[in-house]
Protein backbone atom coordinates (compact mmCIF):
# COMPACT_ATOMS: atom_id res chain seq x y z
CA UNK A 1 0.00 0.00 0.00
CA UNK A 2 2.75 2.27 0.41
CA UNK A 3 3.38 2.77 -3.52
CA UNK A 4 0.33 5.73 -5.18
CA UNK A 5 2.20 6.57 -8.15
CA UNK A 6 -0.58 5.50 -10.66
CA UNK A 7 -2.04 8.88 -10.87
CA UNK A 8 1.58 10.21 -11.48
CA UNK A 9 3.48 7.17 -13.03
CA UNK A 10 6.11 8.80 -15.64
CA UNK A 11 9.18 6.79 -16.43
CA UNK A 12 11.51 8.17 -13.68
CA UNK A 13 14.77 9.55 -14.85
CA UNK A 14 17.71 7.35 -14.63
CA UNK A 15 19.77 10.64 -13.26
CA UNK A 16 18.46 13.83 -11.89
CA UNK A 17 20.16 16.77 -10.95
CA UNK A 18 20.07 16.27 -7.25
CA UNK A 19 20.61 19.80 -6.24
CA UNK A 20 17.85 21.64 -3.66
CA UNK A 21 15.87 24.03 -5.72
CA UNK A 22 12.85 26.33 -4.49
CA UNK A 23 10.36 24.25 -6.66
CA UNK A 24 11.50 20.91 -4.77
CA UNK A 25 11.36 22.36 -1.57
CA UNK A 26 7.76 23.36 -2.25
CA UNK A 27 6.97 20.33 -3.45
CA UNK A 28 8.31 18.86 -0.28
CA UNK A 29 7.05 20.76 1.88
CA UNK A 30 3.35 20.44 0.69
CA UNK A 31 3.77 16.74 1.02
CA UNK A 32 4.68 17.33 4.70
CA UNK A 33 2.17 20.11 5.57
CA UNK A 34 -0.83 17.56 4.16
CA UNK A 35 1.02 14.88 6.12
CA UNK A 36 1.27 16.58 9.30
CA UNK A 37 -1.95 17.97 9.18
CA UNK A 38 -3.70 14.47 8.05
CA UNK A 39 -1.85 12.95 11.17
CA UNK A 40 -3.40 15.51 13.26
CA UNK A 41 -7.12 14.94 12.24
CA UNK A 42 -6.53 10.94 12.52
CA UNK A 43 -5.12 11.43 15.93
CA UNK A 44 -8.13 14.09 16.71
CA UNK A 45 -10.47 10.92 15.47
CA UNK A 46 -8.79 7.98 16.96
CA UNK A 47 -9.16 9.72 20.63
CA UNK A 48 -12.94 10.86 19.74
CA UNK A 49 -13.95 6.68 18.61
CA UNK A 50 -11.69 5.29 21.76
CA UNK A 51 -12.23 7.70 24.38
CA UNK A 52 -16.02 9.29 23.71
CA UNK A 53 -18.60 6.87 25.79
CA UNK A 54 -21.34 7.70 23.04
CA UNK A 55 -19.25 7.38 20.31
CA UNK A 56 -17.98 4.18 21.58
CA UNK A 57 -21.23 1.93 21.69
CA UNK A 58 -21.57 2.80 18.00
CA UNK A 59 -18.15 0.93 17.26
CA UNK A 60 -17.50 -1.19 19.72
CA UNK A 61 -19.07 -3.63 22.23
CA UNK A 62 -18.14 -5.68 24.91
CA UNK A 63 -18.89 -9.35 25.06
CA UNK A 64 -16.85 -12.35 27.27
CA UNK A 65 -14.26 -12.63 25.70
CA UNK A 66 -13.71 -9.37 25.45
CA UNK A 67 -14.10 -6.13 22.85
CA UNK A 68 -15.88 -6.83 19.50
CA UNK A 69 -16.56 -4.55 16.40
CA UNK A 70 -20.21 -3.72 15.68
CA UNK A 71 -21.38 -3.73 12.10
CA UNK A 72 -20.59 0.36 11.71
CA UNK A 73 -17.29 -0.45 13.35
CA UNK A 74 -16.01 -3.39 11.00
CA UNK A 75 -17.44 -0.83 8.00
CA UNK A 76 -15.18 1.65 9.62
CA UNK A 77 -12.36 -0.57 10.15
CA UNK A 78 -12.49 -1.72 6.12
CA UNK A 79 -13.22 1.92 4.88
CA UNK A 80 -9.42 2.59 4.46
CA UNK A 81 -9.08 -0.39 2.23
CA UNK A 82 -12.32 -0.59 0.11
CA UNK A 83 -11.12 3.28 -1.24
CA UNK A 84 -7.35 2.64 -1.70
CA UNK A 85 -7.81 -0.34 -3.90
CA UNK A 86 -11.72 1.16 -5.51
CA UNK A 87 -9.58 4.50 -5.99
CA UNK A 88 -7.10 2.33 -8.28
CA UNK A 89 -10.14 1.21 -10.45
CA UNK A 90 -12.17 3.96 -10.56
CA UNK A 91 -9.53 7.34 -10.81
CA UNK A 92 -7.91 6.30 -13.99
CA UNK A 93 -6.97 9.68 -14.80
CA UNK A 94 -7.02 11.55 -11.77
CA UNK A 95 -7.11 14.94 -10.80
CA UNK A 96 -5.37 16.95 -7.79
CA UNK A 97 -8.84 17.95 -6.12
CA UNK A 98 -10.81 14.08 -6.62
CA UNK A 99 -6.74 12.78 -5.20
CA UNK A 100 -7.01 15.13 -2.33
CA UNK A 101 -10.66 14.25 -1.46
CA UNK A 102 -9.31 10.74 -1.84
CA UNK A 103 -6.27 11.30 1.02
CA UNK A 104 -8.66 13.38 3.30
CA UNK A 105 -10.99 10.03 3.39
CA UNK A 106 -8.92 7.48 4.03
CA UNK A 107 -7.35 9.89 7.04
CA UNK A 108 -10.68 10.51 8.45
CA UNK A 109 -11.53 6.39 8.45
CA UNK A 110 -8.02 5.29 9.03
CA UNK A 111 -8.22 7.84 12.23
CA UNK A 112 -11.61 6.79 13.18
CA UNK A 113 -10.89 2.92 13.12
CA UNK A 114 -7.51 3.75 15.57
CA UNK A 115 -9.80 4.07 18.42
CA UNK A 116 -9.23 0.60 19.63
CA UNK A 117 -5.34 1.88 20.69
CA UNK A 118 -6.96 3.79 23.62
CA UNK A 119 -8.89 0.73 24.19
CA UNK A 120 -6.07 -1.55 24.66
CA UNK A 121 -3.23 0.89 26.06
CA UNK A 122 -3.04 3.57 28.10
CA UNK A 123 -2.76 7.35 27.02
CA UNK A 124 0.51 7.57 28.30
CA UNK A 125 1.94 4.92 26.52
CA UNK A 126 0.31 5.80 23.04
CA UNK A 127 1.99 9.65 23.11
CA UNK A 128 5.06 8.54 24.06
CA UNK A 129 5.00 5.76 20.90
CA UNK A 130 3.41 8.62 18.81
CA UNK A 131 6.68 10.56 19.58
CA UNK A 132 9.01 7.92 19.20
CA UNK A 133 7.31 7.46 15.73
CA UNK A 134 7.74 11.08 14.49
CA UNK A 135 11.28 11.36 15.46
CA UNK A 136 11.93 8.08 13.66
CA UNK A 137 10.09 9.01 10.84
CA UNK A 138 12.19 12.50 11.05
CA UNK A 139 15.45 11.06 10.76
CA UNK A 140 14.07 8.58 7.75
CA UNK A 141 12.34 10.89 5.67
CA UNK A 142 15.19 12.91 6.14
CA UNK A 143 17.80 10.39 5.07
CA UNK A 144 15.67 9.20 1.72
CA UNK A 145 15.39 13.00 0.96
CA UNK A 146 19.31 13.60 1.25
CA UNK A 147 21.01 10.05 0.35
CA UNK A 148 22.70 9.66 -3.09
CA UNK A 149 22.08 6.00 -3.12
CA UNK A 150 19.45 4.35 -5.44
CA UNK A 151 16.53 2.89 -3.02
CA UNK A 152 15.28 1.79 -5.77
CA UNK A 153 16.29 -2.00 -5.48
CA UNK A 154 15.10 -2.24 -1.68
CA UNK A 155 11.75 -0.69 -2.73
CA UNK A 156 10.96 -4.01 -4.55
CA UNK A 157 11.56 -5.99 -1.73
CA UNK A 158 10.26 -3.66 0.67
CA UNK A 159 6.51 -3.96 -1.20
CA UNK A 160 7.29 -7.69 -0.95
CA UNK A 161 7.67 -7.91 2.79
CA UNK A 162 4.67 -5.60 3.24
CA UNK A 163 2.74 -8.60 1.40
CA UNK A 164 4.51 -11.26 3.64
CA UNK A 165 3.52 -9.03 6.21
CA UNK A 166 0.03 -9.38 5.40
CA UNK A 167 0.01 -13.30 5.06
CA UNK A 168 1.87 -14.12 7.68
CA UNK A 169 -0.34 -11.51 10.02
CA UNK A 170 -3.72 -13.78 8.83
CA UNK A 171 -1.97 -17.03 9.51
CA UNK A 172 -0.99 -15.84 12.89
CA UNK A 173 -4.73 -14.72 13.15
CA UNK A 174 -5.89 -18.31 12.82
CA UNK A 175 -3.28 -19.41 14.32
CA UNK A 176 -2.29 -17.75 17.20
CA UNK A 177 1.41 -17.76 17.87
CA UNK A 178 3.69 -15.67 20.73
CA UNK A 179 7.05 -16.17 18.71
CA UNK A 180 5.38 -15.48 15.29
CA UNK A 181 3.28 -12.15 16.39
CA UNK A 182 6.72 -10.66 17.21
CA UNK A 183 8.74 -11.63 14.24
CA UNK A 184 6.23 -9.84 12.47
CA UNK A 185 6.51 -7.18 14.92
CA UNK A 186 10.16 -6.61 14.37
CA UNK A 187 9.65 -7.37 10.57
CA UNK A 188 7.11 -4.27 11.04
CA UNK A 189 8.92 -1.51 12.02
CA UNK A 190 12.22 -2.58 9.89
CA UNK A 191 10.10 -2.88 7.07
CA UNK A 192 7.84 0.37 7.21
CA UNK A 193 11.26 2.31 8.64
CA UNK A 194 12.61 1.38 4.92
CA UNK A 195 9.45 2.33 3.03
CA UNK A 196 9.60 6.27 4.70
CA UNK A 197 12.88 6.41 3.08
CA UNK A 198 12.21 4.60 -0.27
CA UNK A 199 9.01 6.76 -0.45
CA UNK A 200 10.83 9.86 0.13
CA UNK A 201 13.35 9.39 -2.82
CA UNK A 202 10.56 8.29 -5.07
CA UNK A 203 8.85 11.69 -4.41
CA UNK A 204 12.10 13.63 -4.95
CA UNK A 205 12.42 11.80 -8.18
CA UNK A 206 8.80 12.14 -9.08
CA UNK A 207 9.13 16.11 -8.57
CA UNK A 208 11.60 15.94 -10.95
CA UNK A 209 10.20 13.42 -13.82
CA UNK A 210 6.59 15.95 -14.01
CA UNK A 211 8.39 18.63 -15.53
CA UNK A 212 6.45 21.35 -13.89
CA UNK A 213 2.99 20.13 -14.49
CA UNK A 214 0.52 21.58 -11.99
CA UNK A 215 -2.27 18.90 -12.19
CA UNK A 216 0.13 16.13 -11.91
CA UNK A 217 2.33 17.76 -8.85
CA UNK A 218 -1.34 17.77 -7.27
CA UNK A 219 -1.76 14.22 -7.75
CA UNK A 220 1.70 13.78 -6.48
CA UNK A 221 1.04 15.65 -2.98
CA UNK A 222 -2.06 13.56 -2.19
CA UNK A 223 -0.42 10.24 -3.59
CA UNK A 224 2.85 11.61 -1.25
CA UNK A 225 1.21 12.34 1.61
CA UNK A 226 -0.88 9.27 1.42
CA UNK A 227 2.06 6.72 0.99
CA UNK A 228 4.00 8.59 3.73
CA UNK A 229 0.91 8.78 5.95
CA UNK A 230 -0.02 4.80 5.77
CA UNK A 231 3.84 3.92 6.52
CA UNK A 232 3.79 6.35 9.49
CA UNK A 233 0.36 4.77 10.94
CA UNK A 234 2.39 1.40 10.42
CA UNK A 235 5.25 2.00 12.11
CA UNK A 236 3.26 3.13 15.01
CA UNK A 237 1.28 0.73 15.52
CA UNK A 238 4.43 -1.51 15.16
CA UNK A 239 6.44 0.06 17.46
CA UNK A 240 3.21 0.49 20.16
CA UNK A 241 3.31 -3.63 20.25
CA UNK A 242 7.33 -3.03 22.09
CA UNK A 243 6.44 -0.08 23.91
CA UNK A 244 2.34 -0.17 24.42
CA UNK A 245 1.48 -0.48 28.09
CA UNK A 246 -1.62 -2.53 28.28
CA UNK A 247 -4.82 -1.04 30.37
CA UNK A 248 -5.20 -4.31 31.98
Known sequence: ????????????????????DAGLRSFMLGVY????????????LAYVTGNVPAVQELLYRQTAEGMSLTFLG??????????????????KNPTAQG???????VVATMGASLGWVFLIY?????????????????????????????????????????IGLIIASIVNMFWPSGPLYWVISAAGVLIFSGLIAFDTQRLKMTYYALGGDKNAMGVATSYGALSLFINFV????????FMGGNRS
Open 122 to 162: TGASVASTFLVTAAAFGGLSLYGYTTKRDLSPIGTFLIMGV
Open 1 to 20: MSDFNNGYARPLPQTADMSV
Open 74 to 91: MAVQFAPLVLIFGSMFFM
Open 234 to 241: NLFLFLLR
Open 33 to 44: NKLALGLVVAAA
Open 99 to 105: TSVLYWL
